[in-house]
Structure formats: structure tokens, C-alpha cells
């Protein structure tokens, strides 16, 4: 894997719509980039001690 001008490294916050996008790049686009992930803060709830919003996966 060569970084050069042709390599793309497109910021993500790894939502559903960007995760199966990224699944369904031909093989040949999925070599010439990298994708960083931005994975959201967890929201928490102070007063209860536990997550406001479930993390899952697919």
C-alpha cells in the first residue's frame, strides 16, 4: 500500500450507511484508501450511572 496523491483517507464516524458503504467498494477502490474512524462519544447519564444511548454493532 502506497500513500501517494491517488490515496484517499476519508474521515468517517462509522454510522450504518458508512459502515455498508464501505463494505460494498470494489476490492480495486478499497486498496487505494484508508479510512480514519471517528467513533462518538458515549453519552452518559450522570444521575443513573449508565449510557444513555446503546453502542451496537451490525
Do not use: C
Not at 13 to 28: D, F, S
Not at 44 to 53: G, I, L, P, S, T
Amino acid at each position: 500500500m502506497a500513500f501517494n496523491r491517488r490515496h484517499y483517507v476519508p474521515i468517517v464516524k462509522w454510522k450504518q450507511g458508512e459502515q455498508r458503504a464501505l463494505e460494498t467498494l470494489a476490492a480495486t477502490s478499497k486498496e487505494r484508501l484508508t479510512p480514519l474512524i471517528e467513533i462518538a462519544p458515549i453519552d452518559w447519564d450522570f444521575e443513573n450511572e449508565v449510557q444513555r444511548k446503546q453502542w451496537t454493532s451490525t
